[in-house]
């Protein structure tokens, strides 16, 4: 059995000599487990499988899910044909819509029903939900109070994956005004 010295050879192929004990590295900062809007950044599914940025609507884990938002505003624009440019003038934001897709899954080689049927029973409430996530709370916590309209759910087509079954919905804030009638 042959028996070198790495140090003693990377010094003469390399002209120096590495270190002779490890680098000390400062431990990383524990991850923060929930946001600042106390929503939680991780959460497991019904097999302990971790994910990150859960989405929970009224109460339903949305499996899977990942989520992008948009933001808009209404106002008027008037030229101004004599100095140039236009000027803006506010009247609203707009409600924030939220883009969901996820994957009802089932573990074994069955379709997911259960979970298409608790994802049709949440599109059927003719009432706003209340919609619970890290990213949604940043916008719909406070005057919304963190409650979405349903506008649709779409499934897209999936040829020959018979355990899975993919999905898009589309939800929107809702503020809840309290009409107020004075005679």
Not at 47 to 68: C, H, Q
Not at 98 to 115: A, K, M, T, V
Not at 141 to 149: M, N, Q
């Amino acid at each position: 059995m042959a028996v070198f010295d790495l140090r003693e050879i990377f010094e003469r192929v390399f002209g120096y000599s590495p270190p002779p004990e490890p680098p000390e590295f400062p431990d990383a900062p524990p991850r923060l487990e929930t946001s600042i809007l106390a929503q939680p950044y991780y959460l497991e599914d019904a097999v302990g499988r971790e994910f990150f940025m859960p989405v929970t609507i009224d109460g339903y884990l949305i499996p899977f899910a990942v989520m992008s938002m948009y933001w808009k505003k209404t106002y008027i624009s008037t030229s101004m044909p004599e100095r140039g440019g236009s000027v803006k003038e506010l009247i609203s934001i707009d409600d924030y819509v939220f883009e969901i897709r996820g994957i009802c899954l089932n573990d074994g080689n069955d379709f997911p029903e259960q979970d298409i049927i608790d994802l049709h029973n949440l599109f059927k409430k003719n009432s706003s939900v209340t919609m619970r996530s890290a990213l949604s709370a940043i916008v719909l916590k406070g005057e919304f109070d963190e409650r979405v309209i349903i506008r649709d759910v779409r499934w897209p087509d999936m040829q020959g994956v018979q355990h899975a079954r993919a999905f898009e919905m589309t939800v929107e804030s809702d503020m809840i005004f309290e009409l107020e009638i004075s005679q």
